[in-house]
């Protein structure tokens, strides 16, 4: 079954921490996202890829770095945590170019802590 | 430019009463449009979306919206809210044509009152 996968799905970690948020679909698709989701519910673009060796920042400005190296598999990593990056983390894919409507099928998410 | 305004950040309904979540949108391009509903600890799973084709689009879970061009409305309702329908739900809008950005509100969180 084509589908997107997050791990860890739960992270609490100390600040300074190097962290990396794992996300991998199967889905067969070439375009992947990052957002960062607060406790007020909105959904903010961190991230993007429009396929292998495509990284573009997003909307909201991220100290997070992401990797693209092999289709199905779009890293994101924190060298340093802090505090301030308690947040949800979803990944999402999508089709790419005429076969895309817009639609986006998002992974469950990691919640990540930083005490 | 396109933007999304969802109306009513929390809305309360009880159960067997009628569901209407209200999203206007802007676009200077023909939309798509979208409602995803997200459930505690969860990601967004899609209900419906609006490709150009019929403008009343049925979705999961008994889930309607209707898009409306003159008023650039694409309101999501249900008939009878159950108590599974709590949860958060998000408009979206993306322009046609592929390369297109995908912007989404700010949600609404629904609560079903026993």
């Known amino acids: 079954e084509a589908d997107i996968y997050q791990t860890p799905r739960y992270l609490v970690i100390g600040t300074g921490k190097k962290i990396t948020l794992e996300c991998s679909q199967t889905?067969?698709?070439?375009?992947m996202y990052w957002y960062q989701q607060d406790p007020g519910m909105e959904l903010h673009l961190i991230h993007y890829s429009y396929g292998v060796n495509s990284t573009e920042k997003g909307d909201l400005s991220s100290e997070s770095t992401v990797s693209r190296i092999r289709t199905e598999h779009f890293p994101l990593t924190l060298e340093s945590a802090r505090p301030s990056h308690t947040s949800q983390y979803l990944c999402a894919s999508s089709e790419l170019g005429l076969a895309n409507t817009g639609e986006l099928f998002f992974g469950e998410g990691s919640r990540l802590t930083v005490l | 430019a396109q933007s999304v305004t969802q109306l009513g950040s929390h809305v309360s309904v009880s159960e067997g009463a009628l569901v209407l979540l209200r999203c206007n949108y802007s676009s200077s391009v023909p939309p798509y449009l979208f409602w995803y509903v997200q459930y505690p600890n969860q990601g967004l799973q899609l209900l419906l979306k609006?490709?150009?084709?019929?403008?009343l689009v049925k979705g999961i879970n008994g889930f309607e919206a209707e898009f409306k061009k003159s008023e650039t409305s694409f309101h999501l309702t249900k008939p009878s809210a159950h108590m599974s329908d709590a949860a958060e739900y998000f408009c979206a809008v993306s322009g046609s044509g592929g390369y297109q950005k995908v912007t989404f509100g700010t949600g609404t969180k629904l609560q079903v009152i026993p």
């Open positions: 889905m067969g698709h070439d375009k």
């Open positions: 609006y490709t150009s084709a019929a403008t």
